[in-house]
């Protein structure tokens, strides 16, 4: 059983000043000068990973070992959102400070994403969980002996609810979480298409054609000129993605691809947290899902935090990786 919310004592999260609304909690971190680059002295090395589809498509990874390791601590694996990288500030701060409580970190490129994108010839989606199997099956000993906890993102916390519904009790996971996930893809799509959100919506579509375009990457004139042409990111999956990889169109991409489907038969200790005032993915998600009939899901709805910030009052560091980190210590000792 994984360990519940009041066990965790957690504060309350209020915004920090002058972080106050969803937008400017969701656009502090790239207005800011926060971002962490140096994580001396904890050191890195890269990781590859080969995929086993044949297509010679490489996954690479960046090892953070923490300058001073905890005896017993597991391997944790961040998983960044859409057009997102291990380089990515919210993958950077939650290393910093996991780092800094002795855990090892590893951060993954998704197919085609980041200093994986030259190395890939394909690109990813919400539904390759294949390649997330592949990467933990290729984990040395050493790395894996205590246990790995995975942490995704937005669209990479999709992948990864996706990922554990799959495989149920069979998952090697010791632990999981998710940040600000879009659970119903089909209507997240939908509501980041609304003029509210025209400028989020306007900067992940150039971010996602530029990754597909990207050097490396295997399309054809078509598929290029679909990419260039593409209005919306509904466009972008519905006229490439989908067709590409094997779905009849964006609806059927997103409906076998959806967390929610899969929610009910993840098995694995799981933290899902959504921010009640997330502009891009409304909590009203989350609120429909029936939480009780699932006791490996453990949720965690604030009432502020807009889209992966949680900017809190009392620390520079983001609530929500507190908030995993609570309960990874606590699951790590449920475990032992």
């Not at 690479?60 to 961040?78: C, K, Q, T």
């Not at 994108?117 to 205590?146: K, M, W």
């Not at 530029?210 to 078509?222: I, V």
């Amino acid at each position: 059983m994984p360990p519940s919310i009041d066990s965790l004592d957690l504060p309350p999260f209020k915004p920090r000043f002058p972080w106050w609304g969803p937008d400017l909690q969701t656009i502090a971190i790239r207005l800011t000068s926060a971002r962490v680059c140096d994580l001396a002295p904890h050191s890195s090395e890269r990781m590859a990973f080969p995929m086993a589809d044949r297509t010679g498509d490489i996954l690479l990874g960046m090892l953070d070992r923490p300058a001073e390791p905890v005896d017993g601590r597991p391997l944790i694996l961040l998983i960044h959102g859409l057009t997102g990288s291990e380089d990515s500030a919210y993958m950077l701060n939650a290393a910093r400070h996991l780092l800094d409580s002795g855990y090892p970190v590893l951060r993954l490129n998704l197919r085609g994403c980041g200093p994986s994108r030259p190395y890939c010839r394909e690109h990813y989606h919400v539904g390759r969980t294949a390649d997330f199997r592949r990467i933990l099956s290729q984990l040395p000993e050493e790395l894996s002996d205590n246990g790995v906890v995975a942490i995704g993102y937005s669209l990479g916390g999709a992948m990864l609810l996706k990922y554990l519904g799959e495989e149920g009790s069979f998952s090697p996971l010791l632990g999981a979480a998710t940040i600000c996930a879009p659970i119903d893809l089909s209507r997240t799509c939908k509501h980041m298409m609304r003029a509210r959100n025209w400028l989020y919506h306007t900067y992940l579509l150039n971010d996602m054609k530029a990754e597909a375009l990207a050097p490396g990457a295997r399309t054809t004139p078509e598929e290029r000129e679909l990419i260039k042409s593409a209005r919306s990111v509904w466009d972008y999956d519905d006229r490439f993605i989908s067709p590409r990889y094997g779905f009849r169109g964006a609806e059927d991409y997103y409906e076998l691809c959806s967390p929610l489907t899969f929610m009910p038969e993840i098995r694995v200790p799981t933290m899902v947290i959504a921010s009640c005032d997330d502009p891009w993915i409304p909590v009203e998600y989350y609120r429909e899902f029936k939480w009780s009939d699932n006791p490996s899901l453990v949720p965690l709805m604030p009432p502020a935090g807009g889209h992966i910030g949680f900017h809190a009052h009392d620390s520079a560091r983001p609530w929500c990786d507190l908030a995993v980190e609570k309960f990874i210590d606590r699951l790590a000792t449920i475990e032992a």
